[in-house]
């Protein structure tokens, strides 16, 4: 079935540094990859989405990136602060349908 | 300001009972969806909604319902509540005309004894 694997599930950075998260999804139908942040007791909350498209698209801070033949695609944030430090959850879904399927979820520390 | 929220925002309950989480969202968006969150599992989705009278099933929909009688509400219905469907349960909703993100509740604390 469906699958999207996240990479690694835990992250800490010095702040100032960068932090990459990595996913890979399993059916090549794919064509829309959303990224979602979600701070301690907050909802989730949509931050970048990316098409198929499209390879990269970028945000101030944030950018993701789209590998379509290896089923790749992967978060970047720069100059990374504490505010930060959250859970990220990539996702991925298919054209004609609305279901998402997220990610495990990588939890990013940020020290000061 | 159009929204969605979730209730209650807390929930502690029996084994055995039944319980209802509401979701209502004022966007006018036709797709509506339910989640559970549990540590390690990330977001799992337990059954969704295209439109007024659509449900489907999602990953885990065992033990749960919903109904969709209009566009603003998607109730979620545990039959007989057991220890595993203790969990966080966000709704979401998104505009029903392509893939974009969704829009997330606050989110339920469900806590079954």
């Known amino acids: 079935g469906e699958n999207v694997e996240q990479h690694p599930s835990t992250l800490s950075v010095q702040e100032g540094d960068s932090a990459v998260i990595k996913c890979t999804y399993s059916?090549?139908?794919?064509?829309?990859f959303p990224w979602y942040k979600q701070e301690l007791g907050k909802r989730p909350q949509l931050i970048i989405d990316?098409?198929?498209?499209?390879g990269e698209k970028k945000d101030q801070r944030i950018a993701v990136t789209l590998n379509k033949t290896a089923k790749h695609f992967s978060l970047h944030i720069t100059e990374t602060q504490p505010e930060d430090s959250a859970v990220y959850f990539c996702?991925?879904?298919?054209?004609?349908?609305?279901?998402?399927?997220f990610g495990a979820g990588t939890r990013l520390f940020v020290k000061a | 300001d159009a929204e969605i929220t979730q209730s209650p925002r807390h929930k502690i309950t029996e084994t055995g009972r039944q319980v209802t989480l509401a979701c209502h969202q004022t966007?006018?968006?036709?797709?509506m969806f339910w989640y559970r969150q549990d540590l390690g599992h990330g977001l799992r989705l337990i059954h969704y909604s295209y439109g007024v009278h659509d449900t489907n099933k999602g990953e885990v929909s065992d033990g749960y319902s919903v109904s969709r009688s209009n566009t603003e509400d998607l109730p979620l219905t545990l039959e007989s509540a057991a220890s595993s469907q203790t969990s966080v349960y966000f709704c979401a909703s998104s505009p029903g005309t392509s893939s974009t993100g969704q829009f997330f509740g606050p989110g339920t604390r469900l806590t079954v004894l």
């Open positions: 996702a991925a879904s298919k054209p004609g349908g609305f279901k998402t399927i």
């Open positions: 059916d090549s139908a794919s064509n829309y």
């Open positions: 966007w006018n968006h036709n797709n």
């Open positions: 990316i098409r198929s498209n499209v």
